[in-house]
């Protein structure tokens, strides 16, 4: 039987010493090859400009900017403190001219006119969205027609034995507990497509994997 879900933050990971933690904890993942670019662009988003909904450090977000040509990148992030070193990142991966940062609340209004964007995708916010109805409405609003999205998160019934692994090579205590609060609070496929029925979205795809859930579809 799965637990209960039991919701996380939904203000971003905030305070310098926690944000300087998650920087270096994805910058790992990035270099073992653990962050999801790489199936982002299999889904097809490849091309244009495109919105990364709670984009953290941007590992993600540069890294598909570094293997795509001609893309361009605004980023909706909600913690003041992760924009700086977001900012870093794009210094350091030399994408200033490619990356636009907006501070606000994803749960709310996205800050863009309808139809604005070629492709929508975040990794591991989900779970945060305070009102996940409505972020995926915005979502289909500012995507173009023909516009695809992608959005990942672990999953609440990921197996003991691969939380276990995963907690013993997280070595970081801060990082290892948000683990660990971040499975409780993150959804299973029913309850997403419980989410996904109520909402503007009616093309969409959802995949499963030891780790978690992608959500992918296209805006008809």
Known sequence: MVKERIPETD???????LVSDYDLFQRKMRD??????DDIIKSGIN?????????????????????????????LEISEDMKKIGE???REYGFKNRVDYVIADATKKFPF???????????????EWANPVEVFNE?????KKGGKFFVSDLKRNISFLLLFIMKIMTKNRSMKQGLITSVQAAYIKPEIIELLNKTKINNFEIKENPFGIIITGVKK
């Open 139 to 143: 979502v289909y609003r500012v995507l």
């Open 47 to 75: 091309k244009g400009t495109a919105l990364e909904i709670g984009p953290g450090p941007g590992y993600l977000g540069l890294e598909w900017l570094k293997k795509t040509e001609n893309t361009n990148l605004f980023w």
């Open 32 to 37: 073992k090859g653990y962050i999801e670019t």
């Open 113 to 127: 006119e309808n139809d604005k964007y070629d492709a929508v995708f975040s990794n591991g916010s989900l779970h």
């Open 11 to 17: 203000h971003g990971i905030e305070g310098e010493i």
């Open 88 to 90: 870093k990142n794009i």
